[in-house]
């Protein structure tokens, strides 16, 4: 499955495991306590629903042929009004859209043959399948929160309406790092905190990294994001390594002695100014949440304030990363760093996403 809007953020563009077996760790498994529970129950994805439904071949057809007739209707439009999705990608997606609600795949070659008198199993009712197209077109509805997932790394993650959908470029935050623990098993066995974790997606990578040699701890305001990020978690079974945690960035971690104790902050934060959101893909400022977007009026009000804090929480030699708008963002960061927590970081790097902008700040503690 792949996004189908790009997080570059200008105006007009939006750039089975096995369990872990535990280990004591003396900072990690003091303040050990249940996952993160939550009235929200998460949706199920698509792709992971009980084939309860049924339809003939021709059925199924009918609505593909009538999907791809809406989906070529739109010609340039999306594409001219804010650099969303042509009716290429449209066709890209409603074919992913078949094979997460078709339960026997080998059938899908039998959609262009005269007798298809068949009955296929499905994962959606076929009038509900009418309704998610209309919503993806006449809505302008993620295609992610349409079957309630996206492919990210090697991972397939829940997500769903309220929940940021992870973008690729953040996956070179779990790039950074593996680098890092890579060569450091002290860092590797201490405790790392993912801000504004979203799906989980950052902490789940973060955590396969660890082995459960180290922890993790996700945190995120939204309610709805800790709830599917507990889902992720358990279904990866890393309920073990990664603590889901509910509140205001660093709130939640105020009942653990943590000056100076942490192995790593991770964080992709809202960075988009305030006045460009309305000029984002219909399918980011219509539906993905604008706690996870809205960086203030420059877009650097959460950074700034990680970063203040960050000097303070990590202990010497810990790493640091966090996601930014792009290159001014990433320099005035730098430059922050430098002059007003002078002489608390060092190895400060601005690295560059997958398209060569730069994306990241990465650091250590001194």
Not at 48 to 70: E, G, I, M, Q, V
Not at 181 to 207: M, P
């Amino acid at each position: 499955m792949k996004i189908s809007v790009i997080r570059t953020y200008s105006c007009n563009t939006f750039p089975i495991f096995h369990k872990p077996k535990t280990q004591s760790l003396s900072l990690c498994t003091r303040f050990r306590r249940p996952i993160c529970s939550s009235s929200l129950k998460p949706k199920t994805p698509l792709f992971l629903r009980p084939p309860n439904y049924s339809a003939t071949l021709s059925d199924l057809k009918k609505w593909h042929d009538w999907a791809k007739t809406f989906s070529s209707s739109i010609g340039s439009s999306f594409v001219d009004s804010d650099n969303g999705p042509d009716p290429s990608l449209l066709c890209r997606e409603l074919n992913w859209l078949i094979e997460d609600s078709l339960e026997d795949h080998s059938l899908i070659p039998q959609l262009g043959i005269q007798d298809y008198s068949t009955n296929v199993r499905l994962r959606v009712d076929i009038d509900e399948l009418y309704s998610l197209w209309k919503q993806r077109i006449e809505e302008r509805k993620p295609f992610q929160y349409i079957v309630g997932c996206e492919h990210w790394r090697d991972l397939v993650l829940s997500v769903e309406e309220g929940v940021f959908i992870p973008r690729p470029e953040t996956e070179l935050l779990i790039d950074s790092v593996s680098d890092v623990v890579s060569n450091n098993e002290e860092l590797r066995k201490g405790l790392w905190v993912d801000l504004g974790t979203g799906s989980g997606a950052i902490a789940i990578g973060i955590g396969r990294i660890l082995e459960s040699r180290g922890r993790v701890i996700a945190i995120d305001l939204n309610p709805l994001a800790a709830s599917v990020a507990s889902f992720n978690v358990q279904r990866y079974g890393l309920q073990n390594v990664i603590e889901i945690r509910q509140g205001s960035w660093f709130e939640p971690l105020k009942d653990i002695e943590i000056e100076e104790k942490l192995s790593g902050v991770i964080s992709n934060p809202p960075y988009i100014p305030s006045d460009d959101i309305p000029g984002l893909q219909a399918e980011v400022r219509t539906h993905e949440p604008r706690l996870a977007l809205d960086g203030g009026l420059d877009g650097m009000d959460d950074l700034l304030y990680l970063c203040n804090r960050t000097a303070s929480l990590l202990k010497p030699g810990g790493f640091f990363a966090f996601e930014t708008n792009g290159k001014k963002q990433c320099k005035f960061l730098v430059d922050c760093l430098e002059n007003d927590n002078a002489g608390s970081f060092c190895n400060l790097k601005i690295v560059s996403d997958f398209a060569g902008i730069p994306r990241f700040v990465t650091g250590f503690h001194q």
